[in-house]
């Protein structure tokens, strides 16, 4: 089993590889097997989700499946992140969908393959969050935990959720750098900086500059938002009053790092990204429904039997 991280000095530059060679690991290869580090590290990311909401369960007695709801509110955020990023820039949307449908309908291999390059990139955090609370809300009509209904069972799902999204947002995120998606930071001197390959889908300008590793500073972050998250749901806590607490961490999370990320800077005079104007948006939301639901009732729950605490396996 090898690791691929092809350098500029494999192509023949005749540059120094001591400066070329690439921190980003794109593939596993395992024989003629290639697994992409972006999908392995996302399923990694659902599993630490699933691991950490199905423990939220047992202890707040919900007899629910958790690795069901992880795997639909993990599908819906790929596919909103994808949507949002992608819809920011029609033009370039028809495009790209011009060039996967060139092999015509009699090669559907070739669009099939096409279309798997074009969606292997270019997702956009809001989207995904978007999507995912959507999707969250219904699971929780869906599973009626604790005996609620409605919106309440839906805004106590996501409380229960609140940790698990918070690790599996930041183990996900190493995988943006490993395949080398453009999400890395701008070029630095500090001695924790990393080389991107040349084959990087965002190539660093110049190949050999030293970039901030703004996925490991979300991974950080995120960990200490889901170990604080995690230690407020084991007391009772107003109804939704936990998922306010993570949409403003999270923001401001969100919100910080982009001040050393790559991404273009669109407003208020150039010194905000359009990642950073949502983040913001998520703050504000955060902190209103903190406020609007500080009265609500706490439920107050019991463990479940050993008897029914399942792993997410064997459920």
Same mark, same amino acid.
């Given at each position: ?11 023949? =530059? ?6 070329? !060679? %690439? #921190? @980003? ?15 392995? +590290? ?92 959507? @999707? ?10 604790? %005996? ?22 930041? &183990? ?8 080398? #998606?453009? #999400?890395? $930071? ?7 900086? &990393?080389? @991107? ?31 604080? +998250?995690? /230690? ?12 306010? !607490?993570?949409?403003?961490? =999270? $923001?401001?999370?969100?919100?910080? &790092? ?14 905000? =990204? ?15 429904? @903190? ?5 609500? !009732? ?7 039997? /050993? ?9």
């Amino acid at each position: 089993m090898t690791i691929s991280s092809l350098t500029l000095s494999e192509q023949g =530059s005749g540059a120094p590889p001591d400066i070329l !060679e %690439g #921190d @980003m690991y794109p593939f596993i290869n395992i024989g003629s097997l290639h697994i992409g580090t972006f999908g392995l +590290l996302l399923w990694l990311a659902a599993v630490c989700a699933t691991v950490v909401l199905h423990k939220n369960f047992i202890r707040n007695g919900v007899d629910a499946d958790a690795l069901t709801i992880v795997a639909v509110v993990t599908l819906s955020g790929v596919f909103g992140a994808k949507a949002w990023h992608e819809l920011q820039n029609p033009r370039e949307l028809v495009l790209a969908w011009r060039q996967i449908m060139l092999p015509g309908w009699h090669h559907p291999l070739g669009i099939i393959f096409g279309f798997l390059r074009w969606f292997q990139a270019g997702f956009a955090w809001f989207g995904g969050l978007l999507a995912g609370v959507a @999707m969250l809300i219904y699971q929780g009509h869906l599973a009626r935990p604790n %005996g609620l209904r409605g919106l309440r069972a839906g805004l106590r799902l996501m409380d229960f959720a609140a940790p698990a999204a918070a690790i599996g947002y930041g &183990v996900g995120r190493i995988g943006c750098l490993t395949s080398g #998606d453009g #999400d890395y $930071g701008i070029n630095t001197t500090l001695p924790w900086g &990393v080389h @991107m390959a040349w084959n990087a889908l965002v190539p660093t300008n110049p190949p050999d500059a030293l970039v901030q590793p703004t996925p490991v500073y979300e991974l950080l972050f995120s960990l200490a938002i889901g170990w604080w +998250l995690w /230690k407020q749901a084991s007391k009772p806590r107003p109804l939704g009053f936990l998922t306010g !607490e993570y949409l403003v961490l =999270s $923001g401001i999370g969100r919100f910080l &790092v982009e001040f050393v990320r790559i991404n273009p800077k669109l407003y208020f005079g150039h010194t905000m =990204s359009n990642a950073q104007l949502a983040a913001l948006g998520t703050i504000v939301v955060g902190a209103l429904l @903190m406020f609007a639901t500080r009265n609500n !009732e706490a439920i107050v729950s019991t463990p479940l039997p /050993k008897k029914v605490q399942a792993s997410p396996a064997e459920a």
